[in-house]
């Protein structure tokens, strides 16, 4: 048994898996994941866990390069997006449109980490770094 951190094995086997460049995608519990996708669905009940309880654990574990939000986040949303910037306050963070950012986690995300989040635009894509 681990003894610290994330203890999910599903989510420590994916953050294992990670290479440089790699995405997974972290969202709320409205979030369209597409068929066939890796899924942890962590959602208990609308708003538990919440979105920025889950993406702390994963920084403690994941090295971060960038994170992606949508653009609709920051007037939609501030409280989350403030929450958001002040916990990656030194990761390149890149905006794009709602749409954009769902056909981006589908493309691109190696898994999807299914919160009980229920605020508008409460996704974040993270990019993989490296420690070197």
Request: negative net charge; hydrophobic residues 45%; glycine residues 6%.
């Amino acid at each position: 048994m681990k003894r610290s951190g994330i203890i999910n094995r599903k989510i420590a086997r994916i953050i294992a898996e990670m290479g440089h460049t790699d995405r997974i995608t972290i969202c709320d519990c409205g979030f369209p994941i597409p068929d066939g996708a890796e899924v942890v669905d962590l959602s208990i009940t609308k708003g538990f866990p919440r979105l920025i309880d889950v993406l702390r654990a994963l920084r403690e574990e994941l090295i971060i390069e960038k994170i992606i939000l949508a653009k609709e986040i920051v007037d939609k949303n501030p409280e989350m997006h403030n929450l958001v910037l002040e916990l990656f306050s030194n990761t390149a963070v890149e905006y794009v449109e709602h749409s954009e950012f769902k056909k981006i986690a589908a493309a691109d995300s190696k898994a999807f980490i299914r919160t009980g989040e229920a605020t508008p635009y409460s996704n974040v894509i993270l990019s993989s770094g490296v420690d070197f």
